[in-house]
């Protein structure tokens, strides 16, 4: 299993980024997958999971109206689009999954929303 984060960058405030999760050695419908952050001095906190039963996609209040996540199946590709970013959404971004009973992370991508 193999989880790869892309997409990251500095933005000004109000601006817009998409991350992409690149995953291998497993399916989606094996997998509950989710998008994480963590900004510096602070714990990892959950920003957007998907909900197996069903397939919904539960939300962080901070985030919930900003951002989206979406995937595609042909490309076992999980994104997050961020729109009106915040200073305070300045972060490490990891992609999550569990699979098998196994839990996996991936390397993590920086997000600096800053003027």
């Known amino acids: 299993v193999q989880l790869v984060e892309s997409g990251g960058g500095l933005v000004q405030p109000g601006g817009s980024l998409r991350l992409s999760c690149a995953a291998s050695?497993?399916?989606?419908?094996?997998?509950?997958m989710g998008w994480y952050r963590q900004a510096p001095g602070k714990g990892r906190q959950w920003v957007a999971v998907?909900?197996?039963?069903?397939?919904?996609?539960a939300y962080a209040d901070s985030v919930k109206g900003r951002f989206t996540v979406s995937r595609d199946s042909a490309k076992n590709t999980v994104y997050l689009q961020m729109l009106s970013l915040k200073p305070e959404d300045s972060a490490v971004y990891y992609c999550?999954?569990?699979?098998?009973?196994?839990?996996?992370w991936g390397q993590g991508t920086q997000v600096t929303v800053s003027s």
């Open positions: 998907f909900i197996k039963t069903g397939n919904s996609i």
């Open positions: 999550n999954a569990h699979v098998r009973g196994q839990e996996y």
């Open positions: 050695g497993f399916t989606f419908s094996e997998s509950v």
